[in-house]
């Protein structure tokens, strides 16, 4: 499920803020993605990764995409609802989505196997990254809400281990 809490145009000095509700996960095996737009500009990242780390919030897992206009910076934190409030505290523009974390157990032929299980039982990835999360290789897969529950079940019942 995606999640929006700050709306913000760069270039505009509009904000809209909305009230950040405590995030009710529907298995504690779903973890939460925070999806952070950031303006491209040199710092800006570093700016934000210092802030976590003054608030002893933890990144577990990190991507950044860019885009003509701004960057995307996709993370894994150990405190997503405290990592919320921080951003949105501090007019960082964000959203929030259900993920996967999937175990890979040092395996190689993980990364076909997961997509193929999924694939199999006509469930689509939209869009999947590898981290390491507590010393571990994961795979951490978005797939639509209406079958993340059905696609947890799956992996684990084909011998994955889904993990937070």
Known sequence: ????????????????????????KKFDIIMIQLSVFLEDKPGVLAKLIRLLMDNTIFIRALTVAKTSEYGLLLILVDKPE??????????????????????LNDNPNALYQIPKTLGDNEMNIDYCYSTLVKDDS????RVEDDIIEEAVKILQKNGFKITV
């Open 1 to 24: 499920m995606t999640r929006l809490f700050l709306i913000t145009k760069f270039k505009k000095k509009v904000i809209l803020k909305f009230t950040v509700k405590k995030l009710i």
């Open 138 to 141: 994961m795979l951490i897969v």
């Open 82 to 103: 405290q990592c919320i409030t921080l951003l949105d505290e501090n007019d960082y523009l964000l959203s929030t989505t259900d993920v996967i974390a999937i175990k």
